[in-house]
């Protein structure tokens, strides 16, 4: 298939390298042009603007940064939407508040293209693996249309429910995960009087009822973060966390909820990136908290 991406961030790009593997022809689009360039010398065209790429495309995914990100890059000057959108299908991928995945359903419907929100669960690793996790949202023949590419890109994808339904399911699985991190960070700084190897005492949470599935796969690089080492390449950062935890909060204000953990949360990750951690892996948030006690 002819497939465009726009946004070539870290998953944007780990999602194009995907897809050209199963042999699409991928074209992609970034606001800054250097970030496509890895994706370029393994056979992605890069589009001049997202325009372009909707033209030369029938389907469309995007994965950016925020609301305002996907309003530019689809109503923006040049942007995918000011051109003929009939009959092309559009995937967006990036987590945002149930409000705006509806608004521009009702847009792009609106411009004859089928449009299916599908936010994932996920790092780089499953994502060029196509082993993430979709929540869709969009009408059950949008959904039938899409579900063909959602599946080389998910090892599993639920079909939530109708538009605003898969962003509402990704902040919410989002939650958890996102406070584990501070919370992690305080049960080391009870056994770090203990002196015992780090990758033992991941060994061991891990095994725990409290244990999540991210200590699984990601416990080796917290115990090389304790440790002192190299974590490798970031794959979700401070920066990232803290946007999304900012998202949960106001749609959990907008729907009469209140979320005291979620909060407290927050206000520790912006301390952390206060002192220079925003653009650290999350690994390093519970070494970080540890050190402090």
Known sequence: MKIGILGIGRMGAAMTTRLLSLGHEVTVWNRSPDKAQAVTAQGATVAATPRALAQACEVILSIVADAAAVEAAYFGKDGAATGDLTGKLVIE??????????ALAARLKALGAAAVECP???????????????????????????????DQLCR????????GAGASMKLAINLPLLVYWQALGEALALV????????????IFADTSGGPNVLKVRGGMIARAIAGGDTGPVTFDVDLIRKD?????EE????????????RALEVFDEAAREGMGGDDAVKLPVR?????
């Open 93 to 102: 991928m990036s987590t945002l508040r149930p409000e705006a995945q509806l």
């Open 289 to 293: 908290w540890m050190n402090k006690a």
């Open 156 to 163: 599993r994808v639920e079909h939530i429910g109708p538009p």
């Open 245 to 249: 935890l900012r998202t949960i909060i």
């Open 120 to 150: 994932v669960g996920g790092t780089t690793g499953p994502a060029r693996d196509g082993k993430l996790l979709g929540f869709a949202g969009g009408s059950e023949a949008d959904f039938a249309r899409a579900k063909p590419v959602l």
């Open 252 to 263: 959990a204000t907008s729907l009469g909820a209140t979320l005291p953990v979620t909060e």
């Open 192 to 203: 770090k009087p203990l002196g015992l190897d780090p990758a033992r005492v991941m060994d």
